[in-house]
């Protein structure tokens, strides 16, 4: 196993660090029908018997919706200079595209005043996975209009709230929406198709990314924002560090993970060569008429190369990685990397199976998209622990972002990676997609049992608050970090 680097650097944080929370609509907001909302794929998703693990729904999650005033005093307490949340695309646009909700609108323009009269900064991410049912019906995320359709709820968004939003997340965790929506079937829309449809669906992401950056710098520039796309990576550690084939596997594997989505906007317009040369390797050996990956046409190709103002990273954990051929009949995006990644025995848990405890990684990460992408502006747009019982004592909790922000300082501050913000996943206990209720990320503890949702702070929330307000690791206050 790997052994921890649990010495920590004493240092600051650059002076203008955003320091934030993260949340997603569909995971807090509740309210899923009220004021002219429309219905999103994960409405329709959580309804299925057997689609969440504990049977429930996000119809009324943390009742943000309602209590959004009360959750930016939770904020303002913490001292957090921003706040990254999602706006519901099913309340600003019912529909998907076409007639406007004017109740949906007023919704977030209330809860970006409320930042700021708390002299928090909004971070809003376009895209948090609640696709408008509307357009899953004609198709999704496999119809190349949606690049289109993405477009104008852009435009909207922009013309409603760019005067007061200056960081704009076109999507959040575009793997997931095609991993998990489109090929295993464990979110929304529960689609099949691991090997094919996984490919679609990336593609017309990446394209709809690029045409809402292009159309913010076209049209809206004079707002002065930033517009980036969130990608979220789990570092690759070489099973053996030593060993050239295990080095090239742990390559291989960020190429398919944080590549797949990255190097097209950052680098130049195009797949990643290694994902290039094995899909469409196989996908001839397989006897297929053509790639299993497709191209992207020239005209797109240049509006996608250099679509980015920042790279957003959501980071949580690491794989050790080793070369293992795969069989050929074996149609699917994990076959198509030849390699296997498990997680190190040793590594300590948490409340979620995937979720390994391992802050070597977020420096590394750092580290490889700077190498890769060049001096790219980076924000941590998503970091954090879960566990199942939901303790206020939270010390793992604790424990994890002492080390892991620890290790992004070491990359700041001695690896000089341009890291200008991070946001801790998650303000408070949510509506953890398919895990239901059962994971809880949060700062503070939400009571689910009762109508009012009372929130209560967890000791962690306390920890971040000091480590914000010191802006870094002081020495003298080290026995109650
Ligand atoms: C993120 N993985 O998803 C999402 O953006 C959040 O909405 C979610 O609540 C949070 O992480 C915690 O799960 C991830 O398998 C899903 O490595 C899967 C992985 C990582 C993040």
Same mark, same amino acid.
């Given at each position: 196993?790997?052994?921890?680097?649990?010495?920590?650097?004493?240092?600051?944080?650059?002076?203008?660090?955003?320091?934030?929370?993260?949340?997603?609509?569909?995971?807090?907001?509740?309210?899923?029908?009220?004021?002219?909302?429309?219905?999103?794929?994960?409405?329709?998703?959580?309804?299925?018997?057997?689609?969440?693990?504990?049977?429930?729904?996000?119809?009324?999650?943390?009742?943000?919706?309602?209590?959004?005033?009360?959750?930016?005093?939770?904020?303002?307490?913490?001292?957090?200079?921003?706040?990254?949340?999602?706006?519901?695309?099913?309340?600003?646009?019912?529909?998907?595209?076409?007639?406007?909700?004017?109740?949906?609108?007023?919704?977030?323009?209330?809860?970006?005043?409320?930042?700021?009269?708390?002299?928090?900064?909004? @971070?809003?991410?376009? *895209? $948090?996975? +609640?696709?408008?049912?509307?357009?899953?019906?004609? &198709?999704?995320? #496999? !119809?190349?209009?949606?690049?289109?359709?993405?477009?104008?709820?852009?435009?909207?968004?922009?013309?409603?709230?760019?005067?007061?939003?200056?960081?704009?997340?076109?999507?959040?965790?575009?793997?997931?929406?095609?991993?998990?929506?489109?090929?295993?079937?464990?979110?929304?829309?529960?689609?099949?198709?691991?090997?094919?449809?996984?490919?679609?669906?990336?593609?017309?992401?990446?394209?709809?990314?690029?045409? @809402?950056?292009?159309? *913010? $710098?076209? +049209?809206?520039?004079?707002?002065?924002?930033?517009? &980036?796309?969130? #990608? !979220?990576?789990?570092?690759?550690?070489?099973?053996?560090?030593?060993?050239?084939?295990?080095?090239?596997?742990?390559?291989?594997?960020?190429?398919?993970?944080?590549?797949?989505?990255?190097?097209?906007?950052?680098?130049?317009?195009?797949?990643?060569?290694?994902?290039?040369?094995?899909?469409?390797?196989?996908?001839?050996?397989?006897?297929?008429?053509?790639?299993?990956?497709?191209?992207?046409?020239?005209?797109?190709?240049?509006?996608?190369?250099?679509?980015?103002?920042?790279?957003?990273?959501?980071?949580?954990?690491?794989? #050790?990685?080793?070369?293992?051929?795969?069989?050929?009949?074996?149609?699917?995006?994990?076959?198509?990397?030849?390699?296997?990644?498990?997680?190190?025995?040793?590594?300590?848990?948490?409340?979620?199976?995937?979720?390994?405890?391992?802050?070597?990684?977020?420096?590394?990460?750092?580290?490889?998209?700077?190498?890769?992408?060049?001096?790219?502006?980076?924000?941590?747009?998503?970091?954090?622990?879960?566990?199942?019982?939901?303790?206020?004592?939270?010390?793992?909790?604790?424990?994890?972002?002492?080390?892991?922000?620890?290790?992004? #300082?070491?990359?700041?501050?001695?690896?000089?990676?341009?890291?200008?913000?991070?946001?801790?996943?998650?303000?408070?206990?949510?509506?953890?997609?398919?895990?239901?209720?059962?994971?809880?990320?949060?700062?503070?503890?939400?009571?689910?049992?009762?109508?009012?949702?009372?929130?209560?702070?967890?000791?962690?929330?306390?920890?971040?608050?000091?480590?914000?307000?010191?802006?870094?690791?002081?020495?003298?206050?080290?026995?109650?970090?």
């Amino acid at each position: 196993g790997y052994v921890y680097e649990e010495d920590l650097l004493y240092d600051h944080f650059p002076g203008d660090f955003k320091w934030g929370c993260a949340t997603a609509a569909y995971q807090i907001e509740g309210a899923w029908d009220e004021d002219g909302k429309g219905v999103s794929i994960w409405d329709n998703f959580v309804r299925i018997p057997g689609n969440i693990i504990d049977g429930t729904t996000g119809d009324v999650a943390c009742d943000s919706y309602h209590k959004y005033k009360e959750d930016v005093q939770l904020m303002a307490n913490m001292g957090l200079k921003s706040y990254r949340f999602s706006i519901a695309w099913t309340r600003i646009l019912p529909n998907g595209i076409g007639e406007r909700n004017q109740a949906g609108i007023d919704y977030y323009k209330n809860l970006i005043a409320e930042l700021k009269a708390n002299n928090i900064e909004p @971070a809003v991410t376009l *895209y $948090h996975w +609640d696709l408008p049912q509307a357009l899953e019906d004609m &198709g999704g995320w #496999l !119809n190349d209009s949606v690049a289109d359709w993405f477009e104008e709820y852009a435009r909207v968004c922009f013309e409603e709230f760019g005067d007061e939003v200056k960081l704009w997340i076109t999507l959040n965790e575009p793997h997931e929406t095609t991993i998990q929506g489109y090929g295993t079937g464990t979110m929304a829309p529960g689609k099949h198709g691991l090997g094919t449809l996984v490919y679609i669906a990336s593609t017309n992401l990446i394209r709809a990314h690029a045409y @809402a950056y292009r159309a *913010y $710098h076209a +049209d809206f520039a004079n707002q002065n924002g930033q517009v &980036g796309i969130t #990608l !979220n990576v789990g570092w690759a550690e070489p099973m053996d560090p030593t060993n050239e084939t295990h080095i090239e596997a742990a390559e291989t594997n960020i190429q398919f993970n944080l590549g797949w989505f990255a190097h097209a906007i950052y680098k130049n317009g195009k797949y990643p060569d290694v994902m290039r040369q094995k899909i469409d390797e196989k996908s001839y050996l397989q006897g297929l008429p053509e790639s299993r990956l497709p191209q992207f046409t020239e005209e797109d190709s240049l509006i996608i190369e250099g679509a980015h103002d920042f790279l957003g990273i959501n980071f949580y954990s690491s794989n #050790l990685v080793y070369p293992e051929i795969s069989d050929i009949e074996d149609i699917s995006y994990y076959a198509d990397q030849d390699l296997a990644a498990p997680q190190s025995e040793d590594w300590y848990g948490s409340g979620s199976s995937w979720l390994k405890v391992t802050p070597f990684g977020i420096r590394r990460i750092l580290n490889w998209a700077a190498k890769e992408y060049g001096d790219v502006d980076i924000y941590i747009t998503e970091n954090g622990f879960s566990d199942r019982q939901g303790n206020i004592d939270d010390l793992q909790r604790i424990y994890y972002y002492k080390h892991y922000l620890n290790q992004m #300082l070491k990359a700041i501050v001695l690896d000089g990676v341009s890291v200008k913000g991070y946001y801790a996943w998650s303000l408070m206990d949510n509506m953890e997609w398919a895990m239901g209720y059962t994971e809880k990320f949060g700062m503070h503890a939400v009571n689910m049992s009762s109508p009012d949702r009372e929130r209560t702070p967890k000791e962690s929330s306390k920890w971040y608050g000091r480590l914000i307000a010191e802006n870094g690791y002081v020495e003298s206050v080290s026995p109650c970090f």
